[in-house]
């Protein structure tokens, strides 16, 4: 069965840290582009950061960079987003998505262009 499983989302103070993961079964996401979009209720959907298959292009929004980091553990097979000086805009849903054929563009990864959607992990940013 094909399918990405988001984890480590929680609740965390202002300043803090979490690592968000992605994992694939039924494929092998190191092939895939990989990217990672938010989304609060009431708000649009905003595409965070992605990853292209090896060498490996990163982008990363605005509103994230220089915060978030973005990389693969190919040991694993697995996708990490470690999210540093977290901020109550951060606060959202967050989706792991793959597509294969694609890379990660300089302006951000196209929803549209990822196949594959993991169901999402809850980031709360609160004191």
């Known amino acids: 069965q094909v399918q990405l499983v988001e984890s480590g989302g929680g609740l965390v103070q202002p300043g803090g840290s979490l690592r968000l993961s992605c994992a694939a079964s039924?494929?092998?996401?190191?092939?895939?582009?990989v990217g990672w979009f938010r989304q609060d209720p009431g708000k649009e959907r905003e595409a965070v950061s992605c990853?292209?298959?090896?060498?490996?292009?990163?982008y990363y929004a605005d509103s994230v960079k220089g915060r978030f980091t973005l990389f693969r553990d190919n040991a694993n097979h697995t996708v990490h987003l470690q999210v540093n000086n977290l901020k109550p805009e951060d606060t959202a849903v967050y989706y792991c998505?793959?597509?294969?054929?694609?890379?990660?563009?300089?302006?951000?990864?196209?929803?549209?262009?990822?196949?594959?959607w993991g169901q999402g992990t809850q980031v709360t940013v609160s004191s």
């Open positions: 998505a793959a597509g294969s054929g694609i890379s990660c563009s300089a302006y951000g990864p196209n929803a549209g262009e990822y196949r594959y």
């Open positions: 039924g494929f092998n996401l190191d092939h895939y582009a």
């Open positions: 990853i292209s298959p090896r060498p490996g292009i990163i």
